[in-house]
C-alpha cells in the first residue's frame, strides 16, 4: 500500500524559462521509494537539514505525462497561496503554477509544482524549488530509473482500474457532479478569479472514490484543490460491472468544470484550457462544460483559502491528503 501519497491539485501551464539562482543543494538521506499503490503512483525521498526531514513526492498523473511534485516541511505557517513559481532541472527552469497549504494536524506544510512532462525529471541530478521568497535545491541521483518504474507503476493502475475499450460489461453510473454555484470560495470572489478544471477518479468495487487527480486545468490553483476536494469527499458512484458479472473497479472521467463569477468571463483562459486538453485526447472532446457561476462577489466568509482546499464551501471536507508518510 502507499507509503506517500499526494493530493493538493492545480493549474500547469508553459512559461518561458527563468533563471535559477545557484545555492548548495541539500543531499538526500534516504534512497528513492516507489510505492506501486491501489490509489496512485508515488516516488519519495526524504531529505536531512540539521533536525529537518524534507519530504520530496513525485505522482505521476494516470493520463498523459503531467505530474504533480511536492515538498512537504515540519512545521505550521501561513495561509494557503496560490502563486505563479519555478523548477529548476539542472538549471533549466520552467515556470509553472504552484499550491501551498498547512495541514495543521500532521504538523507540516505542503508545497506542490504542476509541471507539463515527467520525462523532464530522467537523468536531473540537480533540483531548484522556489515559491514567492523560498529557494531550495535537492541533488538527486537514479531519476532515470525512477522514472522507468513511476511508468511502469501506471500500467499496472491502468489495468488494475480496468482501463480500455472492452474491459468491463458496463461503466460506472453517475456524473460526480456535486457542485453548485454557491461553493464558489467567496474569498475569491473579491478578485474576481476564475477556473476551469477536469478531473478523472478512480473508483473501487462498491463505486467509492479511491482517488482523484486533475487531467486539464486553467486559471487559480485554488480552484482545482478546491474541486478535487470536493469530488473526494461527496462524489457517489453505481460501481461499474465486469464481464463476469460482478462489480468492478473502474475510472471516470468528469467534464470540464468552469468556476467564475457573473460577468466576468476569460476567453483567453478558455482557450488555454481547451488547447492543455487537446493535448490529452489527441483533439478537442465534443461537450459542455458545467459552468458554476456565483453571482455574489466579494461576500465575506469566516476561513479562507485552507477551508477551500479542504473541500465543498457547504460542507466541511476533509483536508486533501497532502503527499508524504500515512
Request: overall charge negative; proline content about 5%; charged content about 25%.
Amino acid at each position: 500500500m502507499l507509503g506517500a501519497a499526494a493530493a493538493a491539485a492545480a493549474l500547469a501551464s508553459g512559461a518561458m524559462p527563468a533563471p535559477v539562482a545557484a545555492q548548495e543543494a541539500y543531499l538526500p538521506s534516504t534512497r528513492w521509494q516507489v510505492d506501486f499503490g491501489q490509489d496512485g503512483c508515488v516516488a519519495l525521498r526524504d531529505f536531512a537539514v540539521g533536525e529537518q526531514t524534507y519530504h520530496l513526492v513525485v505522482k505521476p498523473n494516470l493520463i498523459g505525462e503531467r505530474y504533480e511534485l511536492a515538498l512537504i516541511e515540519p512545521g505550521w505557517r501561513g495561509k494557503t497561496q496560490s502563486r505563479a513559481a519555478t523548477i529548476g532541472f539542472d538549471g533549466a527552469a520552467q515556470q509553472v503554477p504552484a499550491l501551498r497549504y498547512a495541514d495543521q494536524q500532521a504538523g507540516r506544510v505542503v508545497t506542490s509544482w504542476f509541471a507539463e512532462d515527467l520525462r523532464d525529471l530522467a537523468g536531473v541530478e540537480r533540483l531548484d524549488l522556489q515559491f514567492a521568497g523560498q529557494r531550495m535545491a535537492f541533488a538527486l541521483t537514479q531519476t532515470g530509473p525512477v522514472v522507468e518504474a513511476l511508468s511502469a507503476c501506471r500500467e499496472q493502475l491502468a489495468d488494475y482500474y480496468n482501463m480500455g475499450e472492452g474491459r468491463l460489461a458496463e461503466g460506472p453510473k453517475g456524473d460526480g457532479m456535486v457542485f453548485h454555484a454557491r461553493n464558489y470560495p467567496k474569498f475569491l470572489g473579491l478578485d474576481g478569479e476564475e477556473g476551469i478544471i477536469r478531473a478523472m477518479l478512480l473508483l473501487d468495487e462498491t463505486g467509492a472514490v479511491v482517488d482523484c487527480s486533475l487531467l486539464s486545468f486553467a486559471g487559480d490553483a485554488i480552484f482545482m484543490a478546491h474541486s478535487c476536494g470536493m469530488l473526494r469527499e461527496l462524489a457517489r458512484f453505481e460501481p461499474a460491472i465486469g464481464h463476469n458479472g460482478a462489480p468492478a473497479r473502474s475510472v471516470h472521467i468528469t467534464p470540464a468544470i468552469h468556476w467564475r463569477i457573473a460577468g466576468n468571463k476569460s476567453d483567453a483562459l478558455s482557450e488555454q484550457f481547451l488547447a492543455r486538453d487537446a493535448l490529452l485526447w489527441g483533439g478537442v472532446r465534443e461537450e459542455e462544460p458545467l459552468l458554476l457561476e456565483s453571482r455574489k462577489v466579494g461576500d465575506a466568509r469566516e476561513g479562507g483559502r485552507n477551508d477551500a482546499v479542504r473541500g465543498g464551501d457547504d460542507h466541511g471536507g476533509r483536508l486533501l491528503r497532502p503527499p508524504g508518510k500515512r
